[in-house]
């Protein structure tokens, strides 16, 4: 599987293109099992922390996403300073540290906080994986790592509730906590043996609040970097809002509780296999054209369902259908939007992926929580609000690029970096 790579600045091994899209999946793995992991053992911990009410059971998960989203900010910049790999190691350090505090606490308010911790240290995971793809890949051939490395994430949300059962099977909801600090430790041990150091040495920032404000500065007024960030945010928008209202929809809208994981995991698919494909048709056809017909596509068949929806009764099997297709084309738009917002940002990769990603996070956040909250025992506010998701983000794309639609770039155009001063 060649790669077009950027020459590795700085001195170690070189692991070839096979392991560096393993490596980079699995860190961003890490993230995935600590949220989906945890939704099998959350009646047992309620249970042995005395909290009967399922929604403050929840905050094992919330806390965990608000942490997620509060320090990206801090880890980009760290890495854009002192390099990648060191700030790596030090985020998933902490990340097996608080995974152990998590598994040894003794109440709730204590396991929450843990949480928050942990989710704050993975966030070395989103914000640098993304940033180290930057550093070594360009154009067409990092839009492929991207969809590699994406198609793992998507599949763990699949696998981890499972895991997560499994676990509970031969011991305590401790034990998942525990699995995931040793899952840390082997992912800590092989970055730290086989990955070398990606921040080129002309790239190098200091501290400085001047620079990190003229970094960010610069992410939040490429005309490139922010539109496709904001279309992505619409975009993962929709996501958080399907993972919020899928349960729902499914036990009060189709009555169907036991179909739950079969439709979870009919839905999570598409979307790793559309990630497999886009890897291989995007050094085909180009980085604009297969993200830019990704996004049209997937306007196109959230306001369809939601037309079905709304002019007659579907059945379950449709709406799964659906949904599958509406997350095949997800697949398309969301890895190569993120590679085009990053596209320019090569000189500032490491703060740039944290602004993007906050905004990403908590945008989406943001807009998942409304959509979700307007459930009425209809699946029509989640599809309508899933649709306009789709349609701003077509909306978006266009007007970000609007002489480049489905272009065809040359790989040494999509190299193309903004000049830092």
Known sequence: MPFTSRHLPGSGPRPGSRETVALLAGLMALNAFAIDAMIPALPAIGADLGVADD???QLVVVAYMFGFGSTQLIWGPLADRFGRKPI???GIGLYAVFATLCALAWTFPLLVLARALQGASAAVTRVLVVAMVRDLFEGEAMARVMSLVFMVFMLVPVLAPSVGQLILLVGEWE?????LAAYALIMLLWSLRRLPETLHPEYRRSLSFRDIGQAMRLTLTERQSLGYTLALT???GGLTAYIASIQQIVFDVFDAPAA???VFAAVAAPMAVASFINSRVVGIFGLRRVGHAGTFAFAIVTVSHALIATASGEPLWLFTLMQALAMFTFAFCSSNMGTLAMERMGAIAGTASSVQGVIGTIGGAMIGLVIGQSFNGTQLPFLWGFAICGVISAVLVV???PRRLLERIPPKVAGEELPIG
């Open 234 to 236: 619409a975009v993962f």
């Open 260 to 262: 739950i994981g079969l």
């Open 55 to 57: 929604n403050r059971r």
């Open 399 to 401: 007007a970000t690029e």
């Open 175 to 179: 034990a998942i906590f525990g699995v």
């Open 88 to 90: 790596l190691a030090a």
